[in-house]
Each structure stands twice: as C-alpha cells, then as structure tokens.
C-alpha cells in the first residue's frame, strides 16, 4: 500500500469575480497555520484572459513576505514542495469568476412547482432570464409569446417543472413543446438544454415529444405534491451543467485543475461544505447559517439537522445587480438603510461608477455606507429565496422569523473589510434579523470556501487553521423575541468576566453594545420579563450561559423582530444613524 | 506588485481594431485598401423573426383535423397576408401569414413561419487601411483595420458607433457644456465638452443632430435620457459631475476639427469591451504599436485616481508605501502616493489607482 505523504504546506485560491485571494497554510509545530495571505484583480478577463495570471499574482504577495517561491519559469506551480521552500505539497481552488448558467423556468404555478425550480436553479450559480406560468397570471402566455420570450432570453438550460406526481399532462406537455420548438429554432452552437423536473409519470411522453430537436435530461419532480419539496435532482443536473458549461471553460481552467488532487469547486458549494462542517462542532439543536456576499453573488448556506441548504443569488452582489435592483425594486430598497439622504439618481450614479470600475474600493463614507445597505438587501434577497426550501424543524420557534442559529459564518469583502467591526455586526443583524443567541463569525481572510474543501480532504488540518484563528468572533448576539411598549424594560442582562461583572436592564427598542473584546468568555445570566423569549427554551424563560467575546462585543438587539424600520424618511435616517452609533459604527 | 486597471489615452499610435460580422458573410475588401467609416466591408444574412400561427385554435377545431385545411406545406414561401389555411367556402374561415417569408414546419394544429434573413451591412467605422481578413473554415468573419491615430478609451457610454468632426466646447476640463454653445455649426459634429452637460445642452445637441458627445462626467439624472440619444455619448471619468482628466481634455483639444470614430459601445463583463474615440492622423512613419496592457503598478506611472474625493485627478506615482495606511473611510489600505501638483502628494489606495498608457 502506497505511504501517504506527509502535507507540509498547502496553498489554497478562491478566484472570485472581481479579486483572487491566495492563502499560504503550513505545519508550524506539528499544527497547520495560517502563514500568509495574497489578493489580486482576478484575470479572467482581456488583456490576461487566463484565471491563472490572477492566482500568480496574488501568490507575488505571499512570495514577497515569506520569501518561498511557487512557481516554476514555465509559470507552472512547484508541487510537491522542495527543500529551500520552493513550491507546495497541496493546492486547492475554487471558482466564483465564471459567468453564472442563465436559466429560463418554466411551469404551471408561479407559488409552487416555478417557485421550486427557482429554488433548485439557486443551488448553483444561476440567474433567472425569464419564468414563464402557465396559471393565467398576468394573462398566461400564449405558445408563441412563450417560444418568443426563451428565444429572446437565449438561455443555457430551460428548467421545465410542473405538475403534481400524477396530475394533469396537457398544461405541461404544451410548455415542453414550446420550450423544445424555441431550442430548435436557436442556432445549433448555443442551442439551450432542456432539464425536466416535473410530473415524472409524464417523462416517457417527454423524452418522445422532444426527439433529437433538442438535448434533453431529467430529474426528480421538484414539486411532488402541493406541499413537498424535492430539489436535490434538479440542483444537481443544473450545478453539473454550471461546472460543465461555465466553469471548466473559463480561461485557463484546465492549467490550474493539473496543480490540484482535488479539480477546483464552485465557491459556493465549497463555502456550503465548511458551514455543514461546522455545525457538526458546534449546539446541533439549532442551525448553523454561512453568509458569503461577493462581488457578483450572494450565497446563504443553511445547516438544520445536518442537512445543507445552499441558496445563490448569481445576480446579485454588492458591485453587479445593484443597478438592476433598484431599477426593478426603487431605489429606496437600498437608500432606506442609509444615515444620510442620498437622491435616487444619486444611488444610481455610485452603483454605475461601481460597475465601471469593480476593483475600486469605497474612499467617501457615504459609498461606505452605500456598499453595506448593498450587502444589507442582497442578503435579505437571498434569504427570501433560500427560507422556502429550508427544513429547520425544532429549530424555528417562530415561523415567521429566522430559526435559532448557533452561530453565524460571515465572508465576503464587504463584511470582512469594514473599518469598523461593528458596521459589519449591524449590516448582519439588519439583514438576517437572528433571534436567541448567536455568535456571528467573521471569515476576515476569505478562507471559508478553500477551507471547505480542505474538511473534505483533510479534515484535521482545517479544524487546526479554525483553532489557530483564521476566523475572528465578531460579536455574541442576545435577540429578545416579544412585544412591548418601546423603552418598555424587557431583559436583565448579568455578565460576569475574569474578576468583573455588570449588570444592565435592556429596554425594548434599545440596541446596546456591552465591551466583551475577542478571547474573553463571559457567563451571561439572561431574565427576560414581558414573556420575552431569548431562545433559552421558550418565552419568558431565564438561563445561564457562557458566550465569547468578539470584535464587536457582546450586542443585545432589542429592536424587535420583525425590525421595524421608520416610514418617515427623516426619522428613518435619524434611526440608522442612532443605531451606526450604538454599534460603534 | 498590484497590476491596476488600465485606461488607454495614446496621442499617437497605430490602432487596430477587428470589424467583426455577426454571422459569418461574406467580405468585400482585401487586405491593403483604403477604408472609409461609411464604407460597407462585409455583409451577412441573419435569422429573420418566427411566428408560431395556431392555425387549429384560429379555425376552432381540434388540432387532429387541421391537415385538411392547411394550404401550405414546410419549404414554401408565403407572402403577407397569404392564405395559409381556409376552413368552409361561402363564408369562410381563413388563416394569413402574419409576413413574408418560408413555412418551417407544421404540426400540433399550428404553422412555423420564419420571415426571410435581413440583410446586415458592417461598415469600417474608421478610416485607415484593411491588415486582415479573418476567415476560419472557409467563412469569413470579419476584418482588421489599421491606422495612425490617437485613442482615448471612454469609462461608460450609451449609444452606438458614429464618426465625425471634432468640435471642442470646453476651455478647460473642468466647463460645463451648455445649450447656448451648440451653435447650428454643431450640425453632424462629435462635440467634446468638460466636466459635464446640462439637460438643455443633451436636447439641444439632440435637436442638431450632432454625431456624438464626449464628456468627463454626466449627472446621473442625465443616464436615462443620455441612454435614448440616437448619437453615442462617452463619458471618460464616470457618473457625475466629474472634470475631464487634463490628458484626454488636452489630446481632444488638440485634435479640435479632425474627424473621430467613436464607439459607444460598452460591456462590463463576459467579454469587456470598453467605449472610445480613435482619430485617425496622418503619419509619415509608422508609429509604435498600441502598448498592451498588464504591466504591474509602478513608480513614475501616470495615474488616474477614480473615487470620490480625488475622483478624475491625474498624476504620477512618486511613492509605493510598504505598509498600509488610514483612508478616509478609515479603513488601513496598501497605496500610492501620487504627485497631482498639490502641495504634498496624494495617498490613495492600490484599488483606485488607473495608469493611463
């Protein structure tokens, strides 16, 4: 039997949309540690035109700080690492640059079977260039319209669902016809897939009616019944089509897959991986949430009894989609979050001049302030999608509100590169709104989804990098469910750290931020009134428990849930202001 | 080392630009002839519209017994209006092509039409002189032309392509363009302006047909209008109201009455393509090729800073600092230290740093 050999230093790369990040880990001591880290413009784009150019160049800035060399002349990576630190014994990517699958959805009932095929498209990089209901809203479409509206969106993949197992045939057989005549009349070269996920008892029929006019897979119904979900098929076939389609072809591709044992994953899916590997560490009664806002995309990772929910928003991110976004929703959507009037044409200008120039990073608090409201909605977005599909059980107390999370994994630039941790903690709370007590997380290096992937392989050395701090506690916290008047006392807070303890009386309303730095424990006493609840088993229940600090302190959001944000414009931004304030923003 | 973003603004080069067809065509210059912007250099013959005619529903019968009644069979031509299905004699009912073109199929109780090819015609654009004919297995492409020339890449536009004569508005980069300076001899020129237009300026330029505008900046109340122009319209520093940089406002200057090819044609993503103006210039020598971009970040570089609060200001790199500073924003960045002519120099961060090459 071949000796494995030993991993002394592993080099791990997320290609993103906009910037590739490069991390250096090595065995220091007999533990993996976090040595080095390097970021450059990603080049998938001309002059470079080659996803590798973008990983040298971040690699540049690991080789200046430590002096180990990477590369051979060739510009291929030296892999094992050799003696007088030259190369790497481990490499491992992934990949967000590509352009996402572009998906028209087709199915009977926007609230159910199209609804579910949404949600299936959104477990990989997708976006959505048309929907197309047979249920009579906005007056149906007829079959030429419909034939129009896919040749129009010239799509990648039609995703076809409908139809209960068992239910009625015609209305689904007429959107199969319309999606296989509009593939046929698209030129052979960009021809559109076609993925059925619908009633399965008509799939024979399906397979016959579509014949050799268009290429055709299938996949469990996504909606089986009006009220189960099934999209592991579905998402499956259409993320496979994305690494198929999208990823491999993305320049350079084929050179980076040689240096790694493992081919370079989706972000997304990686990033999802490590979430689910989380959860296995920490209170498996509640759920585990990830959040990772990029540049182009959005990915909430959900982990409830084990099971992973993955939802990408391919759209939206805080430099693309915003544009669109407010074209589509207003442009107060993103101002209502901000502590300063900012005209809608205002927000349009900066949303544009962000697009024009993606690497450029905000030097005026008001683009500050702009990017976080950005990260604060795509979040929301993305969440609005993802809840649907979750399954938290025991977890979710309250329906209408987030499930109890233990902890809460944040990455993404915008998150990990405040000035200030407590406008990170405060873009999380607005947009997530969690209730209980959390411990939000920052992913500060961007190692989340290139970790994932390491729990994967070797499983011993990312819980070593997790242990030597490649992620920072950000903030502890407590989010009293209930109702009171505002000011209206609601919890008694007992905090007692090393030698020193305080005691605080939180009013509803308040958002109160107590100094607990990274590294320091606290035992919280928490006795709520009012039957407020702070997930310690019910309403009005009281506990003790023992939290950590983070760089953000320990934050009591008592503003209520759902967050009641002002009508009032003046009021409203008063309001943001007051809350940047209590955070320390 | 940091490889920024880079913007073009060469006073004088030799340009090359692809004329790329849509479909492959057929090609009407060889290489080594003189080309004009208006001059058509290739052709091609795209897919026309399709009409799926539901013959069965229209005649009200089921789509089973709707052979009988079909008047046309795939392959035939149809005109408009044409007859293509008739139910009944005395009072009949009939089903028309929508438009002229060939039937494609039929079935399922409906017709296929697809309107016959539209013809496309791809103009040079530019003056200068055909280098290329790209063909690849037999079908033709497109071409390359080349020229002497200046180039000035735009940051957004909206608009298509168009060509003109120069005409400079602005006394320094940092004028308004406004309505009562577009005087009727306007009339078909590219109009450079400063730091931006005024809403009467943009209608005005609208009213006499002028053939473009190039400005540093553009309110973004102006976007939505600005995107209906029939005329392309660059804007060389970005959304808002923004002074010209001083070498793209003094190399248009200096072109003032030269005729320009402007693009507006833009793509952030998937394939960047950037807008720009290219003045094709006699040269007695061949000038230096265009220099290709992606060369790392260094000190002596010409730089653009492209964020609010130094937004549009030109300078050169005197310093790159090893360790990060406080911005603005209060966030610790790496950057540039870079000589504006201020006092002391500008320190602003890697990311928002543009080398003009």
């Known amino acids: 039997m071949a000796e494995e050999q030993p991993i002394g230093s592993i080099l791990l790369v997320d290609c993103g949309t906009v910037m590739t990040k490069a991390t250096l880990l090595e065995q220091v001591a007999g533990q993996y540690r976090l040595v080095a880290r390097g970021e450059a413009p990603t080049t998938v784009e001309y002059p470079w035109s080659d996803i590798a150019a973008g990983i040298r160049h971040a690699v540049d800035h690991i080789s200046a700080s430590t002096g180990r060399r990477f ?115 698209i030129e052979q070269s960009t021809r559109p897939r076609l993925l059925f996920a619908g009633n399965s008892r008509l799939r ?189 059980g025991a977890a979710q107390p309250y329906p209408h509100l987030l499930p109890l999370c233990d902890t809460i994994v944040v990455g993404g630039s915008v998150l990990a590169h405040t000035p200030r941790p407590g406008q990170a903690a405060l873009t999380v709370l607005d947009a997530l709104e969690p209730i209980g007590v959390t411990t939000l997380v920052l992913d500060t290096h961007g190692l989340a989804p290139a970790l994932g992937i390491v729990a994967e392989v070797k499983p011993l050395a990312a819980v070593e990098v997790l242990d030597s701090g490649a992620f920072v506690n950000l903030a502890t916290v407590v989010a009293p469910v209930g109702h009171a008047r505002r000011g209206e006392t609601i919890l008694r807070v007992h905090a007692t750290y090393g030698e020193g303890k305080f005691s605080v009386e939180i009013g509803y309303g308040d958002l109160e931020v107590l100094p607990l730095p990274p590294g320091q424990q606290a035992v919280l006493e928490l006795r709520p009134l009012h039957n407020f609840d702070v997930g310690l088993g019910g309403p009005g229940k009281a506990g003790k428990l023992r939290v950590n600090g983070g760089l953000a302190g320990l934050i009591i959001d008592a503003r209520g849930r759902p967050l009641h944000i002002p009508g009032n414009t003046e009021q409203r931004q008063s309001q943001m202001q007051q809350w940047l304030w209590d955070v320390g923003g | 080392m940091y490889y920024p973003f880079e913007t073009q603004v060469a006073p004088l080069t030799t340009v090359r630009r692809r004329r790329m067809l849509p479909a492959p065509g057929t090609v009407g210059v060889r290489i080594g002839d003189q080309v004009e912007p208006p001059q058509v250099i290739a052709h091609a013959e795209l897919p026309g519209d399709f009409r799926i005619v539901p013959v069965a529903r229209l005649l009200d019968i089921p789509a089973s017994r709707v052979n009988r009644y ?69 079908q033709y492409y497109g071409v390359v032309i080349e020229t002497p020339g200046a180039v000035v890449q735009g940051a957004w536009s909206a608009g298509e392509e168009s060509f003109g004569v120069l005409k400079c508005l602005a006394e320094t980069p940092n004028d308004l363009l406004e309505a009562e300076a577009i005087d009727p001899a306007s009339h078909g020129t590219i109009l450079v302006g400063g730091r931006g237009l005024s809403d009467a300026a943009l209608e005005r330029a609208r009213q006499l047909q002028v053939r473009g505008i190039v400005v540093g900046g553009l309110s973004p109340e102006l976007v939505p209008q600005a995107e209906q122009l029939p005329f392309p319209i660059i804007v060389t520093e970005g959304i808002g109201v923004v002074p010209m940089s001083g070498p793209i406002f003094h190399l248009l200057m200096k072109n003032d009455g030269r005729e320009a090819s402007v693009n507006g044609h833009m793509q952030t993503r998937w394939g960047i393509m950037r807008p720009e103006v290219i003045i094709p210039m006699p040269a007695d020598t061949v000038p230096p090729a265009e220099r290709q971009p992606g060369a790392p970040l260094g000190i002596g570089a010409r730089v653009r800073l492209v964020r609010t609060p130094h937004a549009g200001k030109v300078g050169t790199v005197v310093a790159l600092p090893v360790h990060a500073r406080r911005i603005e924003t209060g966030i610790r960045v790496h950057g540039a230290e870079v000589d504006v002519g201020q006092e002391a120099p500008i320190f602003a961060p890697l990311a928002n740093v543009e080398v003009l090459r």
Not at chain 1, 363 to 389: C, K, M, N, S, Y
Request: charged letters at 20%; one cysteine or more.
């Open chain 2, 70 to 138: 079909i008047r046309v069979k795939p392959g035939d031509d149809v005109q408009e209006g044409q007859v293509i299905a008739k139910r009944g004699r005395l009072f009949a009912s009939t089903v028309t092509s929508p438009f002229d073109g060939m039937v494609t199929a039929s079935g399922g109780g409906r017709i296929l039409i697809e309107a016959h090819p539209t013809a496309f015609d791809l103009r040079a654009h530019m003056y200068g002189t055909v280098s290329n004919v790209l063909q690849q297995h037999g």
């Open chain 1, 204 to 392: 024979q029929r399906v397979v016959q009616m579509v014949g050799k006019r268009a290429e055709l897979s299938v996949a469990d119904n996504v909606r089986p019944t009006r009220t189960e979900e099934n999209l592991l098929s579905a998402r499956a076939e259409l993320d496979q089509l994305y690494v198929q389609e999208k990823l491999e072809r993305l320049p350079g591709f084929e050179a980076v897959s040689k240096w790694s044992a493992v081919a370079p994953k989706p972000t997304a899916r990686a990033f999802g991986q490590l979430v689910q590997y989380l959860w296995r560490l920490g209170d498996s009664s509640k759920g585990i949430l990830g959040i990772d806002v990029g540049a182009a995309s959005t990915t909430v990772a959900a982990v409830f009894d084990g099971r992973l929910f993955t939802t990408i928003r391919g759209d939206l991110g805080v430099t693309f989609g915003g544009e669109r976004m407010i074209q589509e929703h207003g442009a107060e959507t993103v101002t209502r979050w901000l502590p300063e009037p900012v005209s809608a044409d205002e927000t349009r200008g900066m949303l544009i001049n962000k697009v024009i120039r993606p690497t450029s990073i905000p030097q005026d608090v008001r683009e500050l302030w702009l990017d976080q409201a950005l990260a604060r909605e795509a979040i929301r977005t993305t969440l609005e999608l993802a809840r649907p599909g979750w399954e938290p």
């Open chain 1, 71 to 185: 590369f051979e002349p060739s510009g291929d990576l030296i892999i094992p690492e050799l003696r007088g630190q030259q190369g790497i014994d481990a490499f491992a990517a992934t990949v967000s640059a590509s352009q996402p699958l572009q998906v028209v959805l087709a199915g009977l009932v926007r609230d159910l079977s199209v609804s579910s095929a949404e949600r299936a498209a959104a477990g990989t990089y997708s976006t959505i260039k048309a929907i197309l209901a047979n249920d009579g809203r906005d007056g149906g479409q007829s079959e030429g319209a419909s034939v129009h509206t896919i040749h129009d969106a010239a799509p990648d993949v039609i995703c076809i669902a409908g139809g209960v197992e068992g239910g009625a045939a015609e209305p689904v057989l007429s959107l199969v016809e319309a999606a296989t005549l509009a593939s046929s009349l």
